[in-house]
């Protein structure tokens, strides 16, 4: 037993590792430009040896960035998805250049919620955790009260917390209020699918 919990230690520790370097490597490349879609580690300036993935303790994933400038836009926009069939993480950021130096901060904190979040469906595949469908667009509510997005919610929503230092029910609240255009959940919906989050991450 003792053996099997450290074990599981060290794979923790080996995805938290992993997480931080993607978050390090998006953040280097946006700074360098300011539009573009790049993939990594492939398109890394440092990127010597052409490495074309990342390697997590179970498998290896990559990521796909797309930078966007949108002058429009109040402050900036993160979204992300897992295309598991690839092991590829999608990553878009859309942001306003005048903000672009200000934003960093907040940007490396909702970069380290997407990237936990998309890298706990990369675990809920490897492990057989949850049964994937076929991958298909489902109605808002139905995807966001799915099991296994409820269970990434908590693992990007946890990481976001050891980031900032802020309380979970915070982060979860505050994401649901900002990103009405990303989950298109109606204020009953949210607050359903906020204490299902809420109960996971109680209970895990």
Same mark, same amino acid.
Request: glycine share 2%; aromatic share 10%.
């Given at each position: 037993?003792?053996e099997i919990?450290?074990?599981?230690?060290?794979?923790?520790?080996?995805?938290?590792?992993?997480?931080?370097?993607? !978050?390090?490597?998006?953040?280097?490349? =946006?700074?360098?430009n300011?539009?573009?879609?790049?993939?990594l580690?492939?398109?890394?300036?440092n990127?010597?040896? &052409?490495?074309?993935?990342y390697?997590?303790?179970?498998?290896? !994933?990559?990521? &796909?960035?797309?930078?966007?400038?949108?002058?429009d836009?109040?402050?900036?926009? +993160?979204?992300?998805? =897992?295309?598991?069939?690839?092991? !590829?993480i999608?990553?878009?950021? !859309?942001?306003?250049? *005048?903000?672009?130096?200000?934003?960093?901060?907040?940007?490396?904190?909702?970069?380290?919620?997407?990237?936990?979040?998309?890298?706990?469906?990369?675990?809920?595949?490897?492990?057989?955790? =949850?049964?994937?469908?076929?991958?298909?667009?489902?109605?808002?509510?139905?995807?966001?009260?799915?099991?296994?997005? +409820?269970?990434?919610?908590?693992?990007?929503?946890?990481?976001?917390?050891?980031?900032?230092?802020?309380?979970?029910?915070?982060?979860? *609240?505050?994401? =649901?209020?900002?990103h009405?255009e990303?989950?298109?959940?109606?204020?009953?919906?949210?607050?359903e699918?906020?204490?299902?989050?809420?109960?996971?991450?109680?209970?895990?």
């Amino acid at each position: 037993m003792i053996e099997i919990k450290k074990l599981l230690l060290i794979e923790k520790s080996e995805e938290t590792k992993l997480i931080r370097q993607i !978050v390090r490597d998006i953040i280097t490349v =946006f700074k360098s430009n300011d539009e573009g879609e790049f993939y990594l580690p492939e398109d890394l300036p440092n990127n010597d040896e &052409e490495h074309m993935e990342y390697f997590s303790p179970k498998t290896s !994933v990559s990521v &796909e960035l797309t930078i966007e400038e949108l002058s429009d836009l109040d402050n900036f926009l +993160v979204n992300a998805y =897992f295309a598991r069939n690839e092991n !590829v993480i999608e990553v878009k950021i !859309v942001y306003n250049p *005048r903000n672009k130096t200000t934003m960093l901060y907040d940007l490396v904190g909702e970069l380290n919620e997407v990237i936990a979040h998309e890298m706990r469906h990369l675990y809920q595949k490897e492990t057989g955790m =949850f049964y994937f469908s076929d991958e298909e667009e489902l109605p808002p509510f139905e995807y966001y009260s799915d099991s296994k997005e +409820v269970d990434a919610q908590v693992a990007g929503f946890r990481r976001m917390k050891n980031i900032t230092k802020r309380p979970f029910e915070t982060l979860v *609240r505050n994401w =649901f209020s900002t990103h009405t255009e990303i989950h298109n959940l109606n204020k009953e919906e949210q607050e359903e699918i906020i204490q299902m989050i809420l109960d996971r991450n109680s209970k895990i």
